[in-house]
Each structure stands twice: as C-alpha cells, then as structure tokens.
C-alpha cells in the first residue's frame, strides 16, 4: 500500500475557502479518479514561522504502478486547479510513503 501525502501550508486569508474547496471538491474528485480507496485530511500541530496553518492531506492507493497513472491522467488539471484558486497563498510539497505495516 502506498500513501501519497500532500502538505500544504495555506494562508489564513484564504483558509477557510480552502478548507470547503479541500472537503466538498478536491477530495471528492481526487476519489472519484478510481486511483486511491481512502483519503484523510490532518492539520499539522506545529506554529509555523512564516504564519498560515499547515496540513497534511493523505490519499492511500494500492500501488506505486496506479500512483504513477494518477501523475499521468489526473494530476496536471487537478493540481491547475489548486493553483488557480490558491496561487500565491498556498505552500505545497508532496511525499510518497511506503506502508510497511499496520499494528
């Protein structure tokens, strides 16, 4: 199993927008791609230096072959969108993470 993680620090100006973005449309589409069986959306508990409030948004899939079709067929428009409506208020990095085992 693998999580695709995405951290996003968002700007408290636009926080709100995006969180009802992030919950009603975002992760909604990001299902709906078929590629990933669960999502969950963390806040991050630590005070961030440059302000906002960070989050860690976690998407599980069955494989690194089925994220590897989610970067080629569903990506680039989903993440145009992000920018779109977010641009400059919005920090993202993502990381792929490799379940080893569950307890």
Do not use: C
Request: aromatic share 10%; proline share 2%.
């Amino acid at each position: 199993m693998i999580i695709y993680n995405v951290t996003t620090n968002i700007h408290e100006s636009v926080h709100d927008q995006w969180m009802i973005w992030m919950q009603h449309k975002h992760i909604p589409e990001m299902l709906a791609t078929g590629k990933f069986s669960a999502a969950r959306l963390v806040r991050v508990l630590v005070e961030e230096e440059m302000g906002g409030v960070t989050y860690s948004t976690q998407y599980t899939t069955d494989s690194k072959e089925t994220l590897e079709k989610y970067y080629q067929e569903n990506a680039p428009a989903l993440q145009a969108e992000a920018l779109k409506l977010f641009a400059d208020k919005m920090l993202t990095f993502r990381t792929e993470l490799e379940v080893i085992s569950e307890h």
